[in-house]
């Protein structure tokens, strides 16, 4: 079964500072991945995903992740973060491209931005 | 504007009792989930349904159920059998096809077991 492990789960940072947050998962032969992002008191909304191609992949609100494969990792970065950046951040994974797409989330980190 | 409502927002229930929580979608999506939300745990699957009067269970069914008898609706009823209830829950749907893990995810419901 699939599987995901973020790092960290509180990565507090300064605004107009750089992040990471890190995501690593279980190999697989086929693998896609997300980053989702959960506002307080809300559901999730997707940042970004890969699928296949390029290994880096741009998302929503200037974030950025890469893919990669011999390390098992799917890293979330943005250069330059925004009070407003603050809320929780799950990485995804699935085996699947059609049908139910069930998910496999990790824990969650929270990031938050102190001015 | 199209969405996933979920109702109630909080829910506060007394142990022994059963509770449905209501999830309805107004994006013509084939597929519904259910997860639950805990703190550092992330999101577990509880069931899912690719078709109207088919569901299937997820990773942590046990102590609850689900119907879909419509497509845009499908409740989860939290049963007394489910041993740790307090928790927040997370209703989602999505396309079958041409969109992969791209879930539409409702606001939630919390629920307090008193």
Known sequence: AQSV?????????FEEAPVELRCNYSSSVSVYLFWYVQYPNQGLQLLLKYLSGSTLVKGINGFEAEFNKSQTSFHLR?????????AEYF????????????LVFGQGTRLTINP | ???????????????GQNVTLSCEQNLNHDAMYWYRQDPGQGLRLIYYSQIVNDFQKGDIAEG???SREKKESF??????AQKNPTAFYLCASS????AP??????????????
């Open chain 2, 101 to 114: 893990g791209e879930l539409f995810f409702g606001e939630g419901s919390r629920l307090t077991v008193l």
């Open chain 1, 5 to 13: 492990t973020q790092l960290d789960s509180q990565v507090p940072v």
């Open chain 2, 1 to 15: 504007d199209g969405g996933i409502t979920q109702s109630p927002k909080y829910l506060f229930r007394k142990e």
């Open chain 2, 95 to 98: 396309v079958t096809w041409g």
């Open chain 1, 78 to 86: 943005k250069p330059s973060v925004h009070i407003s950046d603050t």
């Open chain 2, 64 to 66: 609850y159920s689900v």
């Open chain 2, 75 to 80: 409740p989860l009823t939290v049963t007394s």
């Open chain 1, 91 to 102: 990485c995804a994974v699935s085996d699947e491209i059609q049908g139910a797409q069930k």
